[in-house]
């Protein structure tokens, strides 16, 4: 059966239940491949957790949007977050469907040039939503009149489904080229920032490192390639002629039922096929066990602040691509009417993605970067009506925008760090991601540098 001819029947069916509300949430069943292919035509927001190590291995492509929540300042996730309740409240879930919203949060308030398309916290409503996990199933949003135009609206899955187009062709290999590379400026920055933690002014700081990068890479195809990322969840969401897409290794939070989960992932070793001694360095070198230390406590910290019991497992290393991280899974038990949104708002930025103490070290990387993270570091994901979801931290990610791309990387900066390092260390996190911009190998010194201010 068809997904249209599915559609059709699930709107009918309903249609004789004489459902109230004005907006209806109607699921029905779809085969697994349906599912998956969904994931290859544009979705306007797609989560790919099959890979990833502490969450469900849940794949969703959203299309379409009915309603949306924003909100921006310095209090914008806990703002987006009510926001977010009376969208989902206005829903009707017609049997067992589940809506839910999807979208993220910027890393900072105020600075989005380039990522204005996606706000400083934007979640929506999708029109049709594609998910495969224990099952497949598809999410409709519909307004009760639809019901009596069931062939219209499923002519309208079908499109975003793809289904009747022909089958899209392998991607041709993409090209692309360095334009200007911060390296230099990132460099410049890890050493002053040094100075900064040499006089007490906080104990560590992330900076990132932007390259902007001309390239025939589109985000479907980026998309693609970053499928097989080991240990990541695979994400893309567009919007306004913009994509940013990416494959993170970092959890900032997941709730489900009583449980909270999240994990410090702080400390990297280059991975350049010595596998024990990479892990052996890592786990005993004392910059990066001094710098996970941090993590680990800032996040407990704010977990017990917001009423959860906090239980901390033991640290351990996680192979990528390009690089081992340590990191370490911290469960809570959730206290009463905190969600996702919530916690998000108790936990970001983290140490592993802002500094400690977090305030002087945000204001260290506003006057130390000369270019708008966005999105990169910020939370994404999903949220849905009874307060459960999931947020990632968005890293080795590139914003999109025709034929440019902006690649990010990023590094905790604490004392003993040694800039030519660092950047060295940002050269193997956007190993990933230059390969998918066509681009032959990490940027190199030689280039064309963004300088301070450019």
Same mark, same amino acid.
């Given at each position: ?18 459902p %109230? =509300? ?6 029905? #069943? ?19 957790a ?9 794949l969703?492509?959203a ?8 909100? %921006? ?15 989902? !409240? ?14 993220? @949060? !910027? ?17 929506f ?14 999410? /409709? ?10 062939? *219209? ?13 022909? &089958? ?38 992330v900076? +990132?490192?932007?390259? *902007? ?19 990541? @969840? ?14 993170? #290794? ?43 230390? /941090? ?12 009423? +959860? ?12 691509t ?12 959730? &206290?009463?009417? $905190?969600?996702?949104?919530?916690? &998000?708002?108790?936990?970001h930025? $983290?140490?592993?993605?802002? =500094? ?23 939370? /994404? ?5 009874? =307060? %459960? ?16 791309? $902006? ?33 032959? &190998? ?8 963004r300088?301070?201010?450019?």
């Amino acid at each position: 059966m068809t997904i249209r001819a599915r559609v059709v029947g699930a709107l009918r069916r309903v249609g004789r239940l004489r459902p %109230e =509300g004005d907006l209806l949430a109607i699921s029905l #069943p779809i085969p697994p491949d349906s599912a998956a292919m969904a994931a290859d035509f544009e979705p306007t927001f797609l989560w790919d957790a099959r890979r990833a190590e502490t969450l469900a291995p849940r794949l969703v492509a959203a299309f379409g949007e009915v309603a949306a929540a924003e909100a %921006e300042g310095n209090d914008r996730i806990r703002a987006v977050e009510q926001r977010a309740r009376e969208v989902l !409240s206005s829903v009707t879930p017609v049997g067992s469907a589940t809506p839910r919203l999807f979208g993220a @949060v !910027s890393f900072d308030h105020g600075r989005l040039e380039g990522f204005e398309p996606f706000g400083e916290a934007r979640f929506f409503l999708p029109r049709v939503t594609a998910l495969l996990e224990s099952r497949a199933e598809l999410v /409709l949003v519909i307004r009760r009149e639809e019901l009596a135009h069931a062939s *219209d609206v499923a002519d309208e899955v079908a499109s975003y489904l793809g289904e009747g187009a022909p &089958a899209r062709a392998p991607f041709e290999k993409p090209r692309g080229h360095v334009v200007v590379d911060g390296r230099a400026a990132f460099e410049r920055a890890v050493s002053r920032a040094l100075v900064a933690i040499g006089e007490g002014a906080f104990e560590k700081v992330v900076l +990132c490192r932007a390259v *902007d990068v001309e390239t025939t890479a589109t985000a479907a195809s980026i998309s693609t390639e970053l499928a097989q990322a080991a240990g990541c @969840v695979r994400f893309c969401v567009q919007r306004g002629g913009a994509a940013f897409v990416g494959a993170t #290794p970092e959890v900032l939070v997941s709730v489900r039922g009583d449980e909270v989960r999240t994990e410090a992932v702080a400390g990297t070793e280059p991975r350049r096929g010595h596998e024990l001694a990479e892990t052996s360095r890592l786990l005993t070198r004392a910059k990066d066990l001094a710098e996970h230390r /941090l993590v680990v406590e800032a996040i407990r910290s704010e977990l017990e602040r917001a009423g +959860c019991e906090v239980a901390v497992q033991d640290t351990r290393v996680r192979t990528l691509t390009h690089v081992h991280h340590l990191v370490t899974p911290i469960i809570g038990k959730r &206290a009463a009417d $905190t969600t996702v949104l919530g916690m &998000a708002a108790a936990l970001h930025p $983290t140490p592993a993605l802002g =500094g400690s103490p977090r305030a002087p070290a945000l204001d260290f990387i506003r006057q130390a970067e000369p270019f708008a993270r966005g999105l990169f570091g910020g939370a /994404l994901g999903w949220i849905g009506p009874g =307060g %459960e979801g999931e947020m990632v931290v968005a890293l080795r990610s590139a914003l999109v925008r025709g034929a440019r791309a $902006t690649a990010f990387a990023g590094c905790g900066i604490v004392a003993g760090s040694v800039p030519e390092l660092e950047a060295q260390e940002t050269d193997a996190k956007l190993g990933s991601m230059m390969r998918a911009l066509g681009v032959s &190998a990490a940027p190199k010194p030689g280039l064309v540098y963004r300088e301070a201010g450019a």
